[in-house]
């Protein structure tokens, strides 16, 4: 019987045993996980659970579903090196898991601020469901709230701590929010829609100085200024984890290298989800992307491939992102001298960016219109092409172009 092993216990991970499961897939499947829990949704991480005391992870699966299915669960132990010789992972316990097929489902870590001590216990990193423990519990006793960086994460935090009636404030380095996701016009909406809400939010500023002692933060320089800190966040991106691999000695450049079926140069050697860099269909260059969507979908497109049903990665990218009220919805990819237009929504506060590429549409960002883009991530999966005037007209929904 061929076994799998699957190494990271994350989206990419749970959606794989699923997409097994489904296609009736005979070998037996090992999930070796670090985190002590079973997989779970991790976006609300940012936003529901950490204000709530009571709300508990919210699994992808239940117990039953990997049981059922003949899947081994090893939990709160972490693959430490890949023997590809010996077709052999050694695991931190000492446990050794043969394996036909090794899936490097690893994810990304939080990246830190440098030269500080990991025990400072006024600062956060966000990333799992205990690091989600702690902030929660550290904004429970917060009397104000920094956070540092200006994209998704920092900014969901930001807005859930607003909500919380905790001051809040944001510093970004870069002269606009979110900048290298979103366009100008959703960096500023989201700016004035935090900046309603109490959130401060500090463009361009450079954080040049961390104060502290071995304890804790006590404050920020920024600009020459000194801001003191009672809770400091860090949202400063992630880097993926790609450490197993490198010391396989696989190729890894921005996340652990694939081609469309997501295999690496090893031919018993996958890898799906935040953890690596693939072929984009719809430029031919190697991306790495940080979302939901990539992971399930490349778990699919592997089950596909171990299922005897290969066809190569080629989803379209969505992306959402909730900071408070505000629903922020992103399909496709927009380079950064696409041409853009605006689409009102049918509320105010509503909208979207519509991307245009050679006068063709790559990308959609809805800001509170959830059914445009919905019919924008149809139009762009079936390479609808639609006149410019009829997709900004908001008299015309976009799900009658389809
Ligand atoms: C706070 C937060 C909010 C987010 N919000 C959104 C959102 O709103 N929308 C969206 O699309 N995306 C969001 N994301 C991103 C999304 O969660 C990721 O894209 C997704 O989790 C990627 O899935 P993955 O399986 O590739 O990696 P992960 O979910 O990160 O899972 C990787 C797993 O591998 C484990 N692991 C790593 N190394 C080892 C090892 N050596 N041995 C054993 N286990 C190991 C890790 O502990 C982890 O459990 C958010 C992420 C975070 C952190």
Same mark, same amino acid.
């Given at each position: 019987m061929q076994k799998v092993v699957i190494v990271g216990g994350g989206h990419a991970a749970a959606q794989l045993c699923a997409s097994l499961t489904e296609g009736g897939y005979t070998g037996k499947v090992t999930l070796v996980s670090d985190?002590?829990?079973?997989?779970?949704?991790?976006?609300?991480?940012?936003?529901?659970f950490i204000k709530d005391p009571a709300a508990e992870p919210q699994l992808l699966r239940a117990e039953a579903a990997y049981r059922d299915a003949g899947i081994e669960l090893v939990l709160?132990?972490? /693959?430490?090196?890949?023997d590809r010789a010996g077709r052999c992972v050694v695991l931190a316990s000492g446990r050794t898991l043969d394996y036909d097929v090794l899936v490097l489902a690893t994810g990304t870590r939080a990246r830190r601020l440098p030269?500080?001590?990991?025990?400072?216990?006024?600062l956060v990193y966000l990333r799992n469901t205990d690091d989600a423990l702690r902030l929660r519990s550290a904004l429970g006793t917060a009397s104000t709230v920094t956070v540092l960086g200006g994209g998704f994460i920092g900014l969901e935090i930001a807005a859930t701590a607003g909500h919380l009636g905790k001051p809040v404030t944001v510093f970004e380095a870069?002269?606009?929010?979110m900048a290298r996701s979103v366009s100008p016009e959703a960096s500023e909406h989201v700016a004035a829609t935090l900046s309603e809400a109490g959130v401060q939010v500090r463009l361009g500023?450079? /954080?040049?100085h961390v104060e502290h002692d071995e304890r804790r933060v006590a404050a920020l320089m920024v600009d020459g200024e000194r801001y003191p800190v009672d809770l400091l966040v860090a949202g400063i991106g992630a880097v993926p984890e790609t450490s197993l691999a490198e010391a396989a000695g696989l190729a890894c450049d921005n996340g652990v290298v694939v081609d469309a079926h997501m295999?690496?140069?090893?031919?018993a050697i996958y890898a799906i989800g935040d953890c690596t860099s693939f072929?984009?269909?719809?430029?031919?260059k190697s991306l790495r992307l940080e979302s939901v969507q990539n992971a399930n979908d490349q778990a699919r497109t592997l089950a596909g491939v171990l299922l005897g049903k290969p066809a190569p990665y080629g989803a379209l990218p969505w992306f959402w992102s909730d900071q408070g009220a505000l629903r922020l919805q992103i399909a496709g990819l927009a380079p950064p001298d696409a041409e853009r237009a605006l689409r009102p929504g049918a509320k105010p506060g509503s909208f979207s960016v519509l991307h245009f590429v050679g006068g063709q549409l790559v990308c959609v960002e809805s800001i509170n219109a959830p059914i445009d883009h919905i019919a924008a991530r149809k139009l762009l999966e079936q390479g609808v092409q639609v006149p410019r005037e009829q997709l900004v007209d908001p008299a015309i929904p976009l799900k009658s172009h389809l």
């Open positions: 985190e002590p829990h079973l997989p779970y949704h991790r976006p609300p991480l940012s936003k529901t709160g132990d972490a /693959v430490r090196s890949i030269g500080l001590p990991e025990s400072l216990e006024n870069a002269p606009r929010l500023a450079k /954080v040049e295999r690496t140069a090893d031919q072929p984009y269909a719809r430029s031919g």
